[in-house]
C-alpha cells in the first residue's frame, strides 16, 4: 500500500479528494488543481476515480470506452460480466493457483481467458467464493509464462484461502465508461455517472454522480402529476407506471427524481433534458 496523505481544502465550496492508491496511473498522484468538470482531455491529468466536489454537485474522473453522448447515463463497463476474458473488456473469473492464509495481501490466480495485461484490474475489486470475501485491488502484475497473476489487495484478507475457491475480477468501474444503447448491455448495464459534455472515445473527462444533471428523457417525463422517480432505460429517464404493483415492479435502475417542480397538472420538459436530482450512491 502506498500512502498519500492530503489536506482537503476548499476553494469557493470546491475540491478534490484523491481515491486509494492504485497502480498504472503514471505521475497523476497529487494533482490536486480545480478542474473545470466540463474539460475534456487526450492525456490523464487525474487518477482514474478522483473525486471532485462543486458545491453540492459530485464528479468522479473517468475514461471512455466508446464515444459518451453528453446528457447520458454511463455504465461502468466492467459491470457487465459475461465472458471469462482475461484481456480486462469485462472481468476475469478463475481459480487460484496458489493458497493464501490469513493476512495475506497478494492472491496468485489462473488466467482463463486470452491475456491479463498488468494494472487492468487496479482499483477496481474481487470477490473470493467460497469464502464470502471481497476486496479492493491495488494492483495486478501482467499474466506469467505459467498462466498466471498476481493480485495485490489494498487490505489482506482475514481467512485462508485454498486451490478450491474461486476468484472474479473485476475492473475499476470508472476506468472504461460507455454510453450503451443496444440490446441487454443496454437494459442491464448498471449506471456510475453522466456525462455532462461529450467524452470521445478513450479520452477523459468527469462524470457526474450527484447533485443535479440534465439528462436526457423518455416516455413524456413530467407529464403526469404523480411522475417524480426516474430510471435508467438505455441512458435516457424515464418514469415507470405502477411501482408499487406487485407484478410490475421496476427492473430498471433508479437514477434519481425530478429537480424541478412540474406543476399540479404535470408538464413536459422543454427538449426532453430532464433536471434530476441524482442517486448514485455519492
Known amino acids: 500500500m502506498v500512502d498519500i496523505k492530503q489536506s482537503i481544502i476548499a476553494a469557493g465550496g470546491r475540491y478534490i479528494q484523491l481515491p486509494q492508491y492504485k497502480g498504472g496511473q503514471g505521475n ?5 488543481t480545480i478542474p473545470s468538470p466540463y474539460e475534456i482531455e487526450s492525456s490523464q491529468s487525474y487518477p482514474i476515480g478522483t473525486l471532485f466536489v462543486c458545491g453540492e454537485d459530485r464528479y468522479r474522473y473517468v475514461q471512455a470506452g466508446n464515444t459518451c453522448t453528453a446528457g447520458r447515463l454511463l455504465v461502468g463497463y466492467n459491470a457487465f460480466g459475461t465472458a471469462t476474458s482475461g484481456d480486462g473488456t469485462t472481468r476475469e473469473t478463475g481459480t487460484i493457483a496458489a493458497a493464501a492464509t490469513d493476512g495475506d495481501t497478494t492472491i496468485t490466480c489462473t488466467d482463463q481467458g486470452s491475456t ?20 479492493r485491488i491495488e494492483s495486478n502484475t501482467a499474466e506469467s509464462a505459467a498462466g498466471t497473476f498476481v493480485l495485490t489487495l489494498t487490505d489482506p484478507i482475514d481467512q485462508d484461502i485454498d486451490a478450491a475457491s474461486v476468484v472474479s475480477c473485476y475492473r475499476d468501474i470508472f476506468a472504461d465508461v460507455r454510453y450503451l444503447t443496444s440490446g441487454v448491455q443496454a437494459l442491464h448495464g448498471s449506471g456510475c455517472c453522466v456525462s455532462i459534455k461529450t467524452i470521445t472515445d478513450a479520452y477523459y473527462g468527469w462524470g457526474q454522480t450527484g ?13 403526469g402529476d404523480d411522475e417524480i422517480g426516474l430510471y435508467n432505460l438505455s441512458g435516457a429517464v424515464y418514469f415507470r407506471s405502477g411501482v408499487h404493483a406487485s407484478n410490475n415492479y421496476p427492473t430498471y435502475q433508479y437514477v434519481g427524481y425530478i429537480a424541478g417542480y412540474t406543476g399540479h397538472t404535470g408538464e413536459d420538459f422543454p427538449g426532453a433534458l430532464i433536471p434530476v436530482k441524482l442517486c448514485l450512491g455519492e
Open 28 to 32: 497523476t498522484w497529487g494533482n490536486l
Open 211 to 223: 447533485g443535479i444533471a440534465g439528462i436526457a428523457g423518455t416516455d413524456n417525463v413530467g407529464a
Open 116 to 135: 491479463t495485461p498488468e494494472n487492468v484490474f487496479a482499483g477496481g475489486f474481487c470477490t473470493i467464493y467460497w469464502e464470502f470475501l471481497v476486496r
